[in-house]
T-cell receptor, first 113, second 113 residues
Framework: DAGITQSPRHKVTETGTPVTLRCHQTENHRYMYWYRQDPGHGLRLIHY???????DKGEVSDGYSVSRSKTEDFLLTLESATSSQTSVYFCAIRTDRGNTEAFFGQGTRLTVV | DAKTTQPPSMDCAEGRAANLPCNHS???????VYWYRQIHSQGPQYIIHGLKNNETNEMASLIITEDRKSSTLILPHATLRDTAVYYC??????????????FGKGTHLIIQP
């Protein structure tokens, strides 16, 4: 398995509180992605990064921010969590060396109450 | 993902070949077709990819039409463990990471005993 770790794996938080999810990789891959998955919607891209301090928005970026200060870490922050952000969040990594596949983490289940 | 179209669900008998179609009629010349699957609530897993030639690996075969507007993923001898959601996506050569990596809702393949 690719060296990709998401933390925490499960979290319950209250509406209005800030939450940060972490994605850590040991593969030195350039590209990192955050997705959310909800019933009936499949995987939806939130934000992605193509290098340290280089990030861009995906299709469902409202309410989320990201940071990548080191190659190995990509942080997803919910500044003020809402119940609509209850979801399963997946991180993925991909190298830029040729045309290769993405590797996914095991997911973080976030519940906002 | 409007870039690909897949049937929402399919059934297949155990031991038979499962053929999963994907339409990508607007695919560009430099875009590869990638297939992933997601078993239950795990992170998605790469299966196979191709540009224009048919491809085969230990998991599956990928048949791409000559005009590249559609493809079919073939699981030659489906088992119960192949029950999963299968995603077809397009990735630009080398630059795919910088453009994000998006998925549609996929096909829920159910293998019947």
């Amino acid at each position: 398995d690719a060296g990709i770790t998401q933390s925490p794996r499960h979290k319950v938080t209250e509406t209005g509180t800030p939450v940060t999810l972490r994605c850590h990789q040991t593969e030195n891959h350039r590209y990192m992605y955050w997705y959310r998955q909800d019933p009936g919607h499949g995987l939806r891209l939130i934000h992605y990064s193509y290098g340290v301090k280089d990030t861009d928005k995906g299709e469902v970026s409202d309410g989320y921010s990201v940071s990548r200060s080191k190659t190995e870490d990509f942080l997803l922050t919910l500044e003020s969590a809402t119940s609509s952000q209850t979801s399963v969040y997946f991180c993925a990594i991909r190298t830029d060396r040729g045309n290769t596949e993405a590797f996914f983490g095991q997911g973080t289940r976030l519940t906002v109450v | 993902d409007a870039k690909t179209t897949q049937p929402p669900s399919m059934d297949c008998a155990e031991g038979r070949a499962a053929n999963l179609p994907c339409n990508h009629s607007t695919i560009s010349g430099n875009e590869y077709v990638y297939w992933y699957r997601q078993i239950h609530s795990q992170g998605p897993q790469y299966i196979i990819h191709g540009l224009k030639n048919n491809e085969t690996n230990e998991m599956a075969s990928l048949i791409i039409t000559e005009d590249r507007k559609s493809s079919t993923l073939i699981l030659p001898h489906a088992t119960l463990r192949d029950t999963a959601v299968y995603y077809c996506t397009r990735v630009a050569d080398s630059g795919g990471g910088a453009d994000g990596l998006t998925f549609g809702k996929g096909t829920h393949l159910i293998i019947q005993p």
